[in-house]
């Protein structure tokens, strides 16, 4: 028998269906004053039924509910109101007879316009507002059957917020604590073609944190190792440190500290100082207006590197094909990633992957706005740290313009900024915006120039093209960015001595090279998808950049189709590079499928029921040198939670290279993630082992806590005595045996739906509620509580003067818990018990109306224990 649960003057109460039932027959009195339910239907012994007459007066007892609320049919909080009955003589067939205590205060942070009702003018912060009364044709209904409170409002009566607005007093800075998210891979090489040469490389990967109330400390450093027979590489990057806070009445956050500059006129570049910008992620979803996809092709089993500024950010093994990362950690908005694709057999394929925000358009009224006083901070000896302060501001117009501007300012640097954007409807949206430099180079040379740039962005929502990014930039010869000022010589290397950025022949990869005299002349930038209808879909993404007083050019061209066919997908992709330095272009081409087995293995069931995924693929890709590799392989997931994934690849290489193959493994656990892998090549003389860790670390005053790898703003699950309870929507992720745990990666200003799975709990075990609702502010971490209560779960029949204790009577407990209501035969439902403990029934307003029992429960562990106790 399954039983529901309500909250009721602070209490709960634990109902079998059918006393619901009874009881809501008693409901349906008030409903209509010609039916009366006679309770002698219940008993023709009218002592076996207790006093109903608090049902049938107004349907559903008063008192403290725990409700969702909906707002003219949109959720807004989970919540405990108090209902009173309602004082209105005009009953509805599905009448609780309860009315809401709302208060002005409530009222208010729901958005409703208090100042402009007459009605509302006397009424204290506190007390019960009769809505209807005081607002026309607004009104509130409980739905008592699902804990729901509709309320509505007409929207002449509501403040004009935007949609999905979420007042700043009900944003949480969540609780003082200590985080350290890590991410460590390594691997293991042997090439016996090569001397029976070994080497081991090495990454880790540290995210460390403070929060102390609206202050976030972070910390973001990263330590490379590489070893062989012949020479041993280490170094660690400090990429910044910064503390940063959330000024929430100027919809900004401060940063001091170590970070990069806003890219919304200017390139991002990084700083040490002080910054303080406005943070869109304050605004509602429907206010606001960017990490790009890493796209690429691997010839073999190879390591993806992935730089920005000289530091390395990201660091993955990727199989033979193409692939895509999306889940790229970006330390700025824009700025040139690059990328580099080591090969098993040691090439390296390198290319840069230019990204820029779209056309900085805003709403009418709105300013963002950024201040920047700070040092230029490089990671290359080839730079100087210069002193600089950059200041942005953009403002929206009326009829859809945006005017912008700023300047950025050093000892040997000036630049000022100025442009505008429109929005042009159908015909999309555009940006222009004019860029005049000053500058003094590291040879005295003094040069004066200009930049035009142009952005365009448009959907096509009737054909399904999507402009995700058009954009020109033309420079003339003198025009330089405060970015190249700060080198120290003409022309160079910036890479360190980092043997991962050189080639065989040990020059440095051309992404390493600079020369001030070949400057900057058109840059042509281009990401474009396109829908197919059902047959599939087209993306092109293209760069080009062109010098001055060289013919040399860098052009990187991404083109791929993917479509669906039989349940499966494929794709084809072609991927074109050529760079200055290179001795030629670099062009890969790359066909995918993936096929879903379960649904072939299964057909005509229902896939969203099934545990576990299992894909069978196949890749071949080719490239300008004529090397072609073919691959296929089987991956998928395991376990109830789908948290343990594989993979098995084999292939084969033309050109003397001969067979490869793969496999690899990685299971998400509530403590962190750990990864396996090997692969081969040339026929077994190339062999790896590569194995990562990854997670996070928390340290917050109820203790340590272990978790998956940290996002930037989290959520501490906190139900102490509720161990190994799963969280719903968290593959893998269960308390601890204190009842702890961390959800990665929840939505900062937004409502964060928390809940634990109530199937995971012990027999032993009990959470009043089992849902709560947070909103965190960026980067903190909430604590969403849960109330567990340890203890048995009971069926205890009630018997007074040897009968059952009458139907509908309450039963008030000695430990506090919830109370509950006695069910048909006297039976009372508990859970949570001790081992010894009374209960008070009561089903009248006279003493003669009341007992007490005393019960002792058996030491042997039961689901649920059923006894009798005499109620005296």
Not at 378 to 405: A, C, H, M, R
Not at 462 to 472: A, E, K, R
């Amino acid at each position: 028998m399954k039983y529901r649960k309500y909250q009721t003057r602070n209490v709960i109460y634990r109902v079998a269906p059918l006393t619901l039932a009874m009881l809501g027959a008693l409901t349906s009195v008030n409903a209509d004053a010609n039916y009366y339910f006679n309770p002698a239907f219940l008993s023709s012994d009218p002592a076996a039924v207790a006093d109903l007459s608090r049902f049938s007066a107004s349907g559903q007892a008063p008192g403290v509910y725990r409700v969702d609320i909906w707002l003219n049919d949109n959720f807004l909080a989970t919540r405990d109101i108090t209902f009173n009955v309602r004082k209105s003589s005009t009953p509805t067939d599905d009448d609780t007879g309860l009315s809401p205590c709302l208060s002005l205060k409530a009222l208010d942070a729901m958005g409703v316009n208090t100042d402009g009702f007459p009605g509302l003018k006397n009424e204290t912060t506190a007390n019960c507002v009769d809505l209807p009364a005081a607002i026309p044709a607004a009104s509130t209904l409980f739905d008592f059957e699902h804990q729901r409170l509709n309320i509505s409002i007409p929207q002449a009566a509501m403040r004009n917020n935007a949609r999905g607005y979420i007042p700043p007093e009900q944003w949480d800075e969540g609780i003082n604590a200590l985080m350290l998210n890590y991410d460590f891979t390594g691997s293991h090489s042997h090439n016996s073609g090569d001397y029976g040469s070994t080497t081991d490389n090495y990454f880790l990967g540290l995210n460390s944190g403070l929060n102390l109330g609206p202050w976030r400390l972070r910390d973001f450093s990263t330590w490379n190792y590489s070893g062989s027979s012949s020479e041993t590489y280490t170094n660690w990057e400090h990429i910044k440190t910064y503390v940063e806070r959330a000024v929430i009445p100027l919809k900004s956050k401060l940063t001091i500290g170590e970070n990069y500059t806003t890219s919304d006129v200017f390139d991002s570049l990084p700083f040490r100082g002080v910054q303080i910008n406005s943070d869109d992620n304050m605004l509602p979803d429907s206010m606001k207006g960017f990490a790009p996809t890493i796209r690429g092709i691997a010839k073999s089993n190879a390591q993806v590197t992935i730089k920005q500024n000289g530091y390395t950010i990201y660091q993955s093994y990727v199989p033979p094909g193409a692939f895509a990362i999306n889940d790229l950690y970006p330390t700025s908005s824009s700025g040139d990633l690059n990328v580099e694709v080591k090969e098993s057999d040691g090439t390296i394929n390198s290319y840069s992957v230019p990204y820029s925000a779209v056309p900085v358009l805003q709403r009418e009224g709105s300013v963002k706005y950024s201040a920047t006083a700070a040092r230029y901070r490089s990671n290359s000896d080839q730079q100087e740290d210069v002193n600089f302060v950059q200041g942005t501001l953009i403002w929206g117009l009326p009829k859809g313009f945006t005017v912008y501007g700023g300047t950025q300012l050093a000892e040997k640097y000036a630049a000022f900024a100025v442009g505008s954007g429109v929005n042009l409807g159908n015909f999309g949206a555009v940006s222009a915006d004019f860029t005049s430099a000053q500058s003094e180079l590291s040879d005295g040379s003094s040069h004066n120039g200009q930049s035009i740039r142009f952005l365009y962005a448009k959907s096509l929502n009737g054909i399904g093209t999507n402009f995700q990014l058009l954009g020109y930039r033309y420079s003339t010869s003198g025009f330089y960015t405060l970015d190249e000022t700060t080198y120290k010589q003409m022309k160079g290397y910036i890479g360190q001595d980092d043997p991962n950025s050189h080639t065989e022949d040990d020059k440095p990869v051309w992404t390493d090279y600079y020369n001030l005299y070949y400057t900057k002349r058109g840059k042509l930038q281009a990401n474009i998808s396109q829908q197919i209808g059902t047959a599939g879909s087209i993306f092109l993404n293209g760069s080009q950049q062109t010098y001055w007083h060289t013919d040399e050019k860098n052009t990187l061209i991404q083109l791929g189709y993917s479509g669906t066919v039989a349940g499966g997908t494929y794709n084809l992709t072609y991927n074109y590079n050529k760079s200055p330095g290179m001795s030629e272009s670099d062009r890969i081409y790359s066909l995918t499928f993936s096929f879903p087995l379960n649904v072939w293995l299964h057909p005509g069931g229902d896939v969203t029921k099934r545990l576990n995924s299992i894909y069978a693929t196949y890749g071949m890709s080719a490239d300008n040198d004529g090397r072609i590799t073919n691959t296929a392989g089987i991956n998928g997931t395991l376990l109830e939670d789908n948290n343990l994934s594989y993979s098995i690849q084999q292939g084969y290489q033309n050109q003397h290279t001969g067979a490869s193959g793969s496999v690899s493994t990685e299971y998400d656990s509530a403590y962190g993630n750990a990864n396996l892998g090997y692969n081969y090549s040339n026929n077994g003389d190339y062999q790896q082992i590569n194995y990562g860790l990854s997670g996070g670390i928390v340290a917050h005053r109820n203790g340590i806590t272990l978790s998956q790898p940290l996002g930037d703003t989290n959520v501490l699950i906190a139900a102490p005595g509720a161990s190994n309870v799963k969280v719903e929507d968290g593959p893998g992720i269960h308390t601890d045996w204190r009842g702890y745990a961390v959800v990665p990666y929840a939505s900062a200003y937004h409502r964060n739906r928390m809940a634990l799975n109530i199937n995971s709990l012990s027999d032993d075990l009990d959470i009043d509620e089992a849902v709560t609702q947070v909103v965190p502010t960026q980067g903190a971490l909430v604590r969403a509580t849960f109330k567990a209560r340890s203890g048995t779960r009971a069926m205890i029949t009630l018997i007074h003067d040897g009968h059952p204790v009458p139907f509908g009577a309450v039963v008030t407990r000695s430990d506090e818990g919830g109370d509950t209501i006695v069910g048909e035969n006297g039976e009372a439902y508990l859970s949570g018990l001790g081992a010894t403990g009374s209960l008070t029934a009561q089903w009248g307003d006279t003493s003669d109306k009341k007992c007490v029992a005393v019960y002792t429960l058996s030491e042997t562990k039961q689901s649920l224990v059923r006894l009798k106790a005499e109620c005296r």
